[in-house]
DNA sequence: TTGTAAGCGTTATCAC
DNA sequence: GTGATAACGCTTACAA
């Protein structure tokens, strides 16, 4: 009763951290009778080691339920180099795949995979990206979603200065490539020919009076507005500015400016929507004017959400493989695949029945 | 010309691993002229510093371009211990939304959070684990997504006494708590509840044949079937076993069912379906046959995800809370709250075209 | 093939 | 308030 116990139980010293585990590699190499540096070749397998220690080795980590300590690795250098996904949000459900994609390539090559989500805050994303760093992430995707306005591109090379300090990269999904800025990576997949072919569609269809829907300062407006301008082109038509809408990925703030378009003086045969969801928008206004599509007005969206075979009836869309999108943005992070062929991946005009009324 | 270089440069010595950064808390504290541990004060905030040398360190930092090395803080354990989502898919969107709650709840706390993706596989499950122990993870959430069987109690068991030997715990989101196996810790919402309310709904505009799609062994298909019993029970009606359907959670394979059902000899005049996916197929069925919803048919979906309004009529379905429920898990999960007060989260009825037509 | 020893970048203990 | 110092768990260059 006299005696104080310990607070804590040391191992092998009276300084210092706690340990962080009950075994570790120190004590499977002595219990099997070897150096830590012999048990260590056996966990990495790279280098050669008879095949009776190996089992020996092996059966000790066994027997003492030895697991590996990861952090320690990864601090030597050895070690397990996260991947990283920042974005905005998860919501548009092509996030989601984009995430998943990116999740499936690095867990095939053993790396952690971390979400962030700055949910449209700088501070936050600023903060996410120091924290990244401190973390030692091996790279980070990068993709604007919810329509936020899309970072600055001094922000980005700040931030691909910062990863490069680290010895991580940036890389940006669905935006063009940087001719002021190659050391940001991006993957990015057919977005202008994806709008374009969807207004040949239209056009091919007879429609003349042709909007656009969601105008703004983001990349990927940018790129689908240059595709409807080009499937305008394409058609020998010039754009009237007053179809032009400015919007942001939001089905409320779509069905408002839309609402006003339909009621417009002149209003259009057909809106080519920059995303799925602002397509959700133009429906809502059409029935609000019981217009009835596509006989009224036809209507075109991009990503082909779930939200495009839900609505009535079905949303002509462009597809585009955001899975694979994501697989091949981890690929190029992690420097499985050669970064110089950065490829445009395909996009596909899916046609339903907002644009056909057969 | 003759002098060979040596292929690395090393900076304090000839052995071991290479250096992870170019400027270390050393490096800080050399130029700041204090020595390393009083610099890592400065940087922990904890221990007491005099003003002036927190300011030298600080701008000796400043100036060097220093970044803290997370992962050497969390080897020594005062670390960064993650926290990781471990489920099937991200595709029905509260799966998105349960990650943005736990998500947010992580980031707030300083937790990196981790996501990882079974696809289903039993296999890959197990390697998740394996290796999220590996890494030293704080805590895993778990949920059981896409209507794949759920894991096992034994394999649930197995699971947490794996993280508990790194000290790390497992939360189950969407489950009831296991009375065999209190060290498993649950979060939930009130399925139950919102089933049976859905039901109440449904009896008082006079239904009485209502079927309940969706019966499988997973437990939260059983949750949501024993809301249906009650709700049954309430209006002291009996369960026809002709009207419960066994059915995943997939829209291809609801469609298939449901049209056994509403072309069956005596139909009913309502459904009950376990998710929102699922009524989406239900949709589908009744727009196949032409049956008009909801004066043939009423339907009730559970989620309310973006597919209820998109659908037309709106889906009347159940809406969980599921981003403060990913918020609660992951507070849960990192003790940030009373582990002893788990009470359900609310759930709510959403009524909507697909039940009413006034 | 195996052992020795140095080192990764940080924190905690003890003594001053 | 500050500095030595040992320790966390692991890997790797070098020597044997």
Chains 1, 2 share one sequence.
């Not at 600023?126 to 760093?133: E, K, P, T």
Request: hydrophobic share 40%; with cysteine.
């Amino acid at each position: 009763m006299s005696q104080p116990e310990p607070p804590v139980i040391r191992r092998r010293g009276s300084r210092g951290p706690l340990p962080t585990s009950d075994v570790n590699l120190r004590d499977v190499a002595a219990h099997a009778g070897v150096s830590p540096a012999t048990a260590s070749r056996v966990f990495s397998g790279n280098a050669s080691v008879s095949e009776s220690t190996r089992l020996k080795v092996l059966a000790s980590a066994q027997e003492l339920g030895y697991v590996m300590n990861n952090l320690a690795q990864a601090m030597v250098g050895a070690g397990h180099r996260s991947l990283a996904l920042v974005t905005s949000s998860l919501e548009p459900s092509w996030v989601s795949d984009l995430a998943t994609g990116a999740q499936d390539t690095a867990a095939k090559n053993a790396h952690p995979f971390l979400l962030a989500l700055t949910h449209g805050d700088a501070k936050r994303e600023q903060q996410i990206f120091a924290s990244l760093i401190e973390q030692r992430v091996a790279a980070v995707l990068m993709t604007d979603s919810a329509g936020a306005e899309g970072p600055s591109e001094e922000k980005l090379a700040t931030y691909a200065s910062a990863l490069a300090s680290v010895g991580a990269v940036l890389v940006m999904c669905g935006y063009q490539f940087f001719p002021t800025m190659p050391q940001i990576l991006t993957v990015n997949c057919d977005q202008v020919g994806g709008v374009r072919q969807a207004v040949q569609h239209l056009t091919s269809k007879g429609h003349r009076r042709i909007a656009f829907l969601g105008w703004n300062r983001t990349t990927t407006a940018g790129q689908r507005f240059l595709g409807y301008s080009l499937g305008m082109r394409d058609a020998g038509m010039a754009i009237d500015p007053a179809l032009v809408i400015e919007c942001t990925d939001d089905a409320v703030e779509a069905h408002l400016k839309s609402a006003l378009l339909l009621k417009s003086t002149s209003p259009p045969t057909a809106i080519v929507c920059f995303t799925d969801n602002t397509a959700r928008g133009v429906y809502r206004a059409a029935r609000d004017f019981a217009i009835i599509v596509p006989l009224q007005i036809a209507i075109v969206g991009f990503d082909d959400s779930p939200t495009a075979t839900d609505l009535t009836p079905g949303l002509t869309t462009v597809s585009a493989p955001y899975v694979d999108l994501g697989a091949r943005a981890a690929s190029v992070a992690l420097r499985l695949v050669d970064e110089n062929q950065n490829p445009e991946l395909p996009t596909e005009l899916i046609i339903r029945g907002s644009t056909t009324s057969e």
